[in-house]
């Protein structure tokens, strides 16, 4: 497969600590790419290079070969480069469907103030994002009313409906309880799939990456010390000894049996 974003030798330091370490990295379409790995290791500084909200020292980031690195998130955006942002960021008090019409609006470069007029804009492809994330029924309750559960699911439909390329995730089901957890990513993965999408995303629960993740990137202190297929990630003994110990090693092993029963494994 075709790279989709590339990830050349990413580095950042902040005074003495390196949290980045010459990162590398390619995620093709309709890949799930997971990263994981300690707390402190580098996950969210690789994140924050690759969505425009940090500048590497030095490195490059590609989309589609084309170099991207160090434009706004705004200009990535705008190119494809999504991401789903945490419930805070939603708007409580507007109904659902208004919400994912405000991420239209704001993927289309239209301006907020006209928001009385908006009301009337990007309904129909709102409502076609939220039916995808089994969320068309609540498309007129307020945010503010939604289980946390859904609150997830909407925050998808918001990142899906400006049609990204790419979606970063920086841990999309925190807080969540496992079954919740197991179907969000699910969800995921199949209109990744679908979209070709590639997803990079970051998870402390092994069992959500281990069923779902398609390739594995394992940071410890800003370096990638293990990347692969899961399978091969979970028997790396570098990765046990620095990140999964015998109880993260038992939860993948768990996960990669379910998956073998539930969808045949991987593609
Ligand atoms: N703005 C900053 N200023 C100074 N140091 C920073 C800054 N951001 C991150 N660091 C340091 O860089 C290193 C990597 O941090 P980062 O947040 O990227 O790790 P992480 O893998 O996302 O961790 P976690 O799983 O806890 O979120 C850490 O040592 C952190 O203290």
Request: net charge neutral.
């Amino acid at each position: 497969m075709s790279a989709l974003l590339e990830a050349r030798g990413l580095s950042k330091r902040f005074g003495g600590v390196v949290a980045a370490d010459a990162v590398s990295f390619s995620l093709a379409p309709g890949e799930m790419l997971a990263m994981i790995g300690p707390n402190g290791a580098g996950k969210s500084t690789t994140f924050a290079m690759v969505g425009g909200q940090l500048a590497p020292d030095s490195g490059r980031v590609l989309l589609d070969g084309a170099d991207v690195t160090g434009l706004s998130p705004a200009a990535l955006f705008r190119r494809g480069i999504g991401r789903t942002f945490q419930v805070a960021q939603t708007f409580a008090t507007m109904t659902v469907c208004e919400n994912v019409q405000m991420a239209l609006l704001s993927a289309a470069g239209e301006v907020f103030g006209l928001w009385r007029t908006a009301r009337a804009r990007h309904r129909e492809a709102a409502l076609e994002a939220l039916a995808r994330v089994g969320m068309a029924q609540a498309a007129d309750r307020p945010t503010a009313t939604l289980a946390y559960g859904d609150v997830k699911r909407v925050e998808l439909a918001i990142a899906l409906a400006a049609r990204p390329r790419v979606l970063l995730m920086d841990e999309p089901t925190a807080g969540m309880a496992a079954q919740e957890r197991a179907e969000l990513m699910a969800l995921v993965r199949t209109i990744a799939r679908e979209r070709a999408i590639g997803v990079l995303f970051t998870e402390h629960d092994m069992g959500a990456v281990f069923a779902h993740a398609d390739r594995i990137l394992v940071l410890v202190r800003g370096e990638i010390v293990a990347a692969g297929a899961p399978e091969a990630v979970r028997e790396d003994a570098r990765v046990r000894a620095a990140y999964l110990g015998e109880t993260g090693a038992r939860t993948a092993a768990q996960a990669l049996d379910a998956r073998e029963t539930h969808d045949g494994g991987r593609p």
